[in-house]
Every structure is written in structure tokens, then in C-alpha cells.
């Protein structure tokens, strides 16, 4: 089982590059750390815990803020957080993120 995303900055219609990406598992009552990384040129990020999940709860945690402050550009969200059950571990999980400055949408695609 893999976890993949795509950050689409829509406010630019363009890939949002250089977000750094966290996957986290809860663990009890907190969180542990799976993998972290940043959108490539496309917006991507594909190697989030790959071949290392069982069913669970995660999170995706996206440096929003960070992004924005790079383009100069003042944003509402200093971070975003997609929390999502895994059920079975053979599926992948696609979590795409569409951004702006001041929302996001998020999504289960393939």
C-alpha cells in the first residue's frame, strides 16, 4: 500500500513544487511519522510510506504556509492537514490537495 498527492496551486492554475509533505499514522492517542517530502515540479509526492502500511488512520500534513510565503503571496493557512481510514492495506491511496491562498479542497482519487 502506497499513499500519493497533488498539490494544484489553482490560484496560479499551476503545480504547487517545493511543498514539503508529512505522513503521519496515529498511534494511540497521538501520531507517528511514516515519511516526509516536498512536490516535485509537477506538484507530486510518491513515496509516502510506500510498502510500509497497514490499515489505519493518517494524515497528510502540508506545509501551506511556507509555499505561499515563498511566492510573496500572504495566505489564511499556515498548514493543512488531511486526515483519512485506511481500510485495506493492498489499496493505493491518492490524496490530491487543490490550493489557494485562502482554501483547499481535498479528495480520494486514483
Same mark, same amino acid.
Given at each position: 500500500?502506497?499513499?500519493?498527492?497533488?498539490?494544484?496551486?489553482?490560484?496560479?492554475?499551476?503545480?504547487?513544487?517545493?511543498?514539503?509533505?508529512?505522513?503521519?499514522?496515529?498511534?494511540?492517542?497521538?501520531?507517528?511519522? &511514516?515519511?516526509?517530502?516536498?512536490?516535485?515540479?509537477?506538484?507530486? !509526492?510518491? &513515496?509516502?510510506?510506500?510498502?510500509?502500511?497497514?490499515?489505519?488512520?493518517?494524515?497528510?500534513?502540508?506545509?501551506?504556509?511556507? $509555499?505561499?510565503?515563498?511566492?510573496?503571496?500572504?495566505?489564511?493557512?499556515?498548514?493543512?492537514?488531511?486526515?483519512?481510514?485506511?481500510?485495506?492495506? !493492498?489499496?493505493?491511496?491518492?490524496?490530491?490537495?487543490? &490550493?489557494?491562498?485562502?482554501? $483547499?479542497?481535498?479528495?480520494?482519487?486514483?
Amino acid at each position: 500500500m502506497s499513499v500519493t498527492t497533488h498539490v494544484l496551486d489553482t490560484s496560479s492554475g499551476r503545480p504547487a513544487s517545493g511543498i514539503e509533505v508529512r505522513l503521519d499514522k496515529r498511534d494511540g492517542e497521538g501520531w507517528r511519522e &511514516l515519511g516526509s517530502e516536498r512536490t516535485d515540479a509537477d506538484g507530486r !509526492a510518491r &513515496l509516502l510510506g510506500e510498502g510500509h502500511l497497514e490499515p489505519g488512520i493518517f494524515r497528510l500534513l502540508f506545509a501551506t504556509g511556507e $509555499y505561499f510565503r515563498r511566492l510573496g503571496i500572504e495566505s489564511f493557512h499556515p498548514e493543512v492537514t488531511v486526515a483519512f481510514r485506511v481500510a485495506d492495506a !493492498a489499496d493505493h491511496h491518492h490524496v490530491p490537495l487543490l &490550493l489557494s491562498p485562502f482554501g $483547499y479542497t481535498t479528495y480520494r482519487g486514483s
